[in-house]
Nanobody, 122 residues
Framework: EVQLVESGGGLVQAGGSLRISCVASGFSFDDYAIGWFRQAPGKEREGISCIKNSAGMIYYTGSVKGRFTISSDNAKSTVILQMNNLKPEDTAIYFC???????????????WGQGTQVTVSS
């Protein structure tokens, strides 16, 4: 059974940090890219970062570049998103997803996690 399980969300004050994780199972982790997406209330889901460790590819969208860091531990089939200097506008449900290549197109992703809530207070 394919699973992507996010954890580590929570409530933090503006300027604070959170580290969220995505643990994958049931598919060949090394062959896939893992993307992080987020969806704020009333807004569309947006891609914010992606990593494909086997290809040495890492991407960030402009709104998080310089504040968020994505990393991958292939031995543990885990992708980490370290989020620093958080802002209230970062409040959203954060999802990880797996695709053959890095992309910010939702339809490119085959597998999705259930999401973890991140709330940043001002």
């Amino acid at each position: 059974e394919v699973q992507l399980v996010e954890s580590g969300g929570g409530l933090v004050q503006a300027g604070g940090s959170l580290r969220i994780s995505c643990v994958a199972s049931g598919f060949s982790f090394d062959d896939y890219a893992i993307g992080w997406f987020r969806q704020a209330p009333g807004k569309e889901r947006e891609g914010i970062s992606c990593i494909k460790n086997s290809a040495g590819m890492i991407y960030y969208t402009g709104s998080v570049k310089g504040r968020f860091t994505i990393s991958s531990d292939n031995a543990k089939s885990t992708v980490i998103l370290q989020m620093n200097n958080l802002k209230p506008e970062d409040t959203a449900i954060y999802f990880c997803a797996a695709a053959r290549e890095c992309s910010y197109v939702l339809e490119d992703y085959t597998y999705w996690g259930q999401g973890t809530q991140v709330t940043v207070s001002s």
